[in-house]
């Protein structure tokens, strides 16, 4: 079946609006993308064109563009104190996905096989990349249904990630939003004072006027730095998308770069919503029959390694003074990334708080600590553990 652009455009919209909606009727107990991608898979199994997310015009070309910028505008949510501090986050997360590899090659091996968790691991340990090596390498050496599974991981690892992580992070939120009730953190306050004391120590180009301040000029400047991101990142020996997120901190940080720079664009929304609706496209190979013919292992080796992440993560978070609920999370991404990482944040941040100082403290709080995590598992450690895992099929 075939749509017209307008049409699909109109659909996968609807799809998405209708998971929002579930999410805030919900206080995001169900949240919004744990819902459009169950209606996107039934949809694919029922009346929906497996291209149909192309065919609304969120191709390829347009995704890597919101990539860029998004990223580039994350880095401006963050200062560079912040950045640095986040040291303990990148360990929570390494030591998450330590503890899934840990389950998988013992337990998992013994349960279901040494190339069935070889060729598994390392897609729930990040994202697509690692999923595209493990079912290529499986698929060159014939193993057909192993190189399904190493897709099919990718592809579903998320319906668990999804609600737990929402509950965790709502719990977490609502923590936060308490310490602001009990007048324990003075958000406004502290804010201001630090913006300043950031803004003397490294800022070395004027603020821009408000009224130059247009969807034009952020997007140029956003563009210019995403540009020399992208430039930088093969002498750097990193992955494109860290460095946008990277730079995006450094140019708030010498002036060059708004705070929350697509926001005042008037652009975050939609390029969001092209990036969301391209990751659920994914959603379009797990055939029913794929998931039947490997459904135990695909769920085995998942509730194994989520269960050694969940073990692992708790005991270095609260080494490092984190609550469970932060630290799980933080390992969590890896079931994810970005953006999804980004939604679950601000959804169970606005279900768990009353006004706009309890959501901005919980925000400001867990955000960071999500993104980063995110880029730990997904773009980087994912990435050398797939490159590693290939070499033992």
Request: hydrophobic share 55%; net charge negative.
């Amino acid at each position: 079946m075939n749509f017209n652009v307008i049409q699909a455009f109109s659909i996968v919209l609807l799809i998405l609006a209708v998971g929002e909606f579930v999410s805030m009727k919900t206080k995001a107990m169900i949240p919004s993308v744990f819902v459009s991608a169950v209606l996107f898979l039934i949809g694919f199994w029922t009346i929906l064109p497996g291209d149909v997310v192309a065919q609304s015009s969120f191709a390829q070309p347009v995704v890597y563009l919101s990539m860029y910028l998004l990223l580039t505008h994350m880095g401006t949510l963050m200062s560079l104190k912040e950045l640095l501090a986040q040291w303990k986050t990148v360990v929570i997360a390494l030591g998450g996905i330590a503890g899934i590899i840990a389950l998988t090659l013992t337990i998992g091996n013994f349960l279901f096989g040494w190339e069935k968790v070889v060729a598994a691991t390392p897609p729930l340990t990040g994202g697509v990349v690692a999923s595209i090596l493990m079912s290529t390498a499986a698929a060159e050496k014939g193993l057909t249904s192993t190189a399904v599974l190493a897709t099919a991981m990718y592809v579903m690892q998320g319906f668990f990630g999804y609600p737990i992580t929402a509950y965790l992070l709502k719990k977490e939120a609502n923590r936060l939003a308490d310490k602001v009730r009990r007048g324990e953190v003075e958000v406004e306050e502290e804010n201001k004072e630090s913006l300043k004391e950031e803004k003397s120590k490294f800022r070395i180009i004027p603020p821009l006027p408000e009224k130059y301040q247009t969807t034009y000029i952020i997007l140029v400047k956003l563009g210019i730095v995403a540009a020399l991101a992208v430039a930088a990142a093969p002498v750097l020996h990193l992955n494109e998308f860290v460095v946008c997120m990277l730079f995006g901190v450094i140019g708030r940080e010498i002036g060059f770069l708004e705070e929350q720079a697509l926001v005042k664009a008037g652009s975050f929304g939609f390029l969001m919503t092209v990036l969301m609706a391209f990751i659920f496209a994914g959603l379009s190979d797990a055939t029913p029959s794929m998931l039947t013919e490997i459904s135990v292992p695909l769920f085995g080796i998942i509730i194994l390694g989520i269960s050694g992440m969940a073990l692992m993560s708790m005991i270095i978070g609260k080494a490092f003074g984190y609550t469970k609920e932060m630290a799980i999370s933080i390992a969590m991404t890896a079931l994810y990334g970005f953006p999804p990482n980004y939604i679950l944040t601000v959804e169970s941040s606005r279900a768990a708080t009353e006004n706009d100082e309890e959501y901005q403290y919980a925000v400001d709080e867990m955000l960071p600590k999500m993104l980063v995590g995110g880029f730990t598992t997904v773009t980087i450690a994912s990435v050398i553990i797939a490159g590693f895992f290939v070499k033992l099929l």
